[in-house]
């Protein structure tokens, strides 16, 4: 089993930045092939792809919405936020499965998520 952990987010103003953190710890394993993702979900919605990669190899993929202004990292296990706006507001989610996939039911871990809030 594999527990992930999500750190870095709080209340910011629009414009502004965040670093989100996904922590790694059990005594499961995580394959170099496997993939990291990170999600969100604001109130009254759906679950959505923020960003993709894989371990080893492949390159980021990114939701259009977030294009540009996030970065994902799997060597620090970070999401990288720039020019926040408020349609960013929403928990944050890190999680890995073993699919190169946007789609949230392809992954196996999950984090119980982390708050970023940004103000107008």
């Known amino acids: 089993q594999v527990q992930l952990t999500e750190s870095g987010g709080g209340l910011v103003q629009a414009g502004e930045s965040l670093r989100l953190s996904c922590s790694i710890s059990?005594?499961?394993?995580?394959?170099?092939?496997?993939?990291m993702g990170w999600f969100r979900q604001a109130p009254g919605k759906e679950r959505e792809f923020v960003a993709i990669r894989r371990w080893k190899g492949t390159s980021p993929k990114y939701a259009d919405s977030v294009k540009g202004r996030f970065t994902i990292s799997v060597d620090t296990k970070t999401l990288e936020m720039n020019s926040l706006n408020p349609e960013d507001t929403a928990v944050y989610y890190c999680a890995a499965g073993p699919s190169y996939s946007t789609d949230s039911s392809d992954y196996r871990y999950w984090g119980p998520g982390t708050q970023v809030t940004v103000s107008s």
């Open positions: 059990g005594p499961g394993r995580i394959l170099s092939s496997w993939v």
